[in-house]
């Protein structure tokens, strides 16, 4: 009888020993499948975010490219919307110019290595003198956000102009253009 019980116990302490090992595991397993969840939720929420703002897939496109193919692109996209520009010159068309030539600037921020997780981030970290423009470039940025986020703000033709003038002299200075 006593040889049962000493077999029971033996049996019984494999069993938590098992257990324990099951559960470590199971936990190991939960703790990679939620880190895994949150980086897919993460990267699936950038996807739709660049695919709803297209200013956004340039700036995360440029912001791997070469600074010689920022260059080019800079070049190419700035000539699509001076194009736009020179054959209708509404509102709507400095206001989408407007957006994206603030992205292009801050591709061009991005590429010359100026720290901070937003636009305004990137200018705040640009030396005095870097940019001579920068006071501009500010007035700039802070129409592009207006127009981003109201909807009935209105850029008048000058307005448009003027704040396109500034984006192309930060852009020359930043050796994008």
């Known amino acids: 009888m006593n040889t049962l019980f000493h077999y029971g116990s033996i049996a019984l302490a494999a069993y938590k020993v098992f ?5 470590i595991a199971s936990m190991a397993g939960i703790v990679y499948v939620a880190k895994k969840s949150g980086e897919m939720r993460r990267a699936s929420r950038e996807a739709k975010r660049l695919r709803e703002k297209p200013e956004d897939a340039l700036r995360a496109v440029s912001s791997s490219l ?3 193919q920022l260059k080019d692109n800079t070049i190419q996209h700035w000539q699509k919307i001076v194009e736009k520009l020179g054959n209708q010159q509404g509102e709507k068309d400095y206001k989408t110019a407007l957006i994206e030539a603030d992205a292009l600037v801050d591709a061009a921020l991005r590429v010359n290595q100026f720290s901070g997780e937003t636009m305004g981030d990137r200018l705040h970290s640009v030396p005095v003198g870097k940019i001579s423009s920068l006071d501009g470039l500010w007035k700039a940025h802070r129409v592009r956000n207006e127009i981003a986020h109201d909807p009935h703000y209105i850029v008048s033709p000058r307005e448009g102009h003027d704040m396109m003038k500034v984006y192309k002299k930060a852009l020359d200075e930043l050796g994008a253009l």
Do not use: L, M, R, S
């Open 19 to 23: 257990a324990v090992i099951i559960t």
């Open 66 to 68: 070469a600074f010689t």
